[in-house]
């Protein structure tokens, strides 16, 4: 995912209504914009941080800047939640993960499952079908871990439960945690903040649902896939 033109900088004063936030410009000026990213952002709302903005000229859009990145720990945190999709495509097409780059169709946000539209099916006309479906991951507490969730996600649950009940149905499903941050090397399942989501993980996982972390690099002029990352060795060690 390529920022063209490259992002610009402000210092974030607050993030508020979920959809929007306040900021300074280099030069003082106040302003405001729009927020891509309606989850609690755990850690990354504190005012004062460094925050990088994408700009658009579109009449139809009330604010011209959208947040994009904020700086954590010393790091550059995507907060785009519009655009892990694209990135979960890009590791697969580069075959960051596992063999999905062999399948031959690729759709998105196609309809399966309670109501629900999964985002990534990947189909081939040997191997069937394998349901993809990619989550944002923002947080971290501790050196080199990044968590999911950072809050209660019943919708994240229902999303694992209907994934394992594809694999029973003779399909493959795929979770794909999508980190966009490149200061982590491991993914943990966070079942303090929603113990309900973690036994979803935990079910899923045993009725065969497979899932990997995908970290990435993050910068003012892109965001790239980079690599695998470690999933929750202790909850799998445990099935």
């Known amino acids: 995912m390529i920022f063209d033109p490259p992002l610009t900088t402000a210092t974030l004063v607050q993030r508020y209504k979920r959809f929007l936030f306040d900021a300074l410009l280099p030069d003082g000026t106040a302003m405001t914009g729009s927020c891509p990213n ?3 952002m755990r850690g990354l709302t504190t005012p004062g941080s460094r925050i990088w903005m994408s700009e658009h000229d579109s009449p139809t859009r009330k604010y011209r800047q959208m947040l994009e990145i904020v700086e954590a720990d010393g790091t550059m945190v995507g907060i785009n939640t519009g655009l892990p999709n694209r990135l ?3 590791a697969i097409r580069l075959g960051l993960v ?6 031959e169709h690729s759709a998105r946000e196609q309809k399966y ?3 629900s ?7 081939d006309p040997e191997r069937g079908r394998a349901y993809v479906e990619v989550k944002n991951v923002h947080f971290s507490r501790s050196p080199g871990l990044s968590e999911f ?3 209660p996600t019943t919708r994240g649950a229902k999303h694992l439960d209907e994934l394992g009940d594809m694999v029973e149905a003779g399909h493959r499903a795929v979770m794909i945690y999508l980190v966009q941050r490149d200061d982590c090397d491991r993914l943990r399942i966070c079942r303090e903040f929603d113990p309900a989501y973690a036994r ?3 079910r899923a996982m045993s009725r065969g649902v497979e899932a990997y972390a995908v970290k990435c690099q993050v910068s003012p002029t892109q965001i790239r896939p980079t690599g695998l990352m470690t999933v929750d060795e202790a909850a799998l060690a445990a099935l």
């Open 113 to 115: 499952g309670r109501n």
């Open 117 to 123: 539209r999964i985002d990534i099916l990947l189909s």
């Open 88 to 90: 979960a495509e890009e």
């Open 38 to 40: 309606t989850g609690s």
């Open 200 to 202: 979803a993980f935990d």
């Open 149 to 151: 969730p950072d809050s």
């Open 98 to 103: 596992s063999d999905l780059h062999t399948y």
